[in-house]
């Protein structure tokens, strides 16, 4: 299920991961003030680039099914997953499970 995307980036999660492309750090606090980059949070939302084939269930050997797709904007924990940057943009590497929350 890998998408153009991660094709053109050589890439393809395994099993129940996926690939996530983080959203920009906010730059402006709600009142307008202007953050230096020492003191932008690290973003915790973003859009799922790539899915892997579903988690290898022991008892009956098949794939579970993703129930995360190409496109979702997801929430995530602000140290889950791994970063990992390719052809100079940065992207995260999650297990399904570290996803909390999909936004409608």
């Not at 492309?21 to 009142?31: I, Q």
């Not at 050997?61 to 129930?67: I, L």
Request: hydrophobic share 35%.
């Amino acid at each position: 299920m890998a998408t153009a995307t991660a094709k053109k980036l050589k890439i393809r999660p395994l099993d129940d991961r996926v690939v996530v492309e983080p959203f920009e750090a906010e730059e402006r606090t709600a009142g307008g003030i202007v953050l230096p980059d020492s003191a932008r949070e690290k973003p915790q939302r973003g859009k799922v680039i790539a899915t892997g084939p579903g988690k290898l269930l022991e008892k009956s050997g098949e794939r579970g099914e993703m129930s995360l797709k190409v496109g979702d904007r997801v929430f995530y924990g602000k140290y889950s997953g791994t970063e990992v940057e390719l052809e100079g943009d940065t992207y995260v590497l999650l297990r399904e499970s570290d996803v909390l929350a999909v936004q409608l």
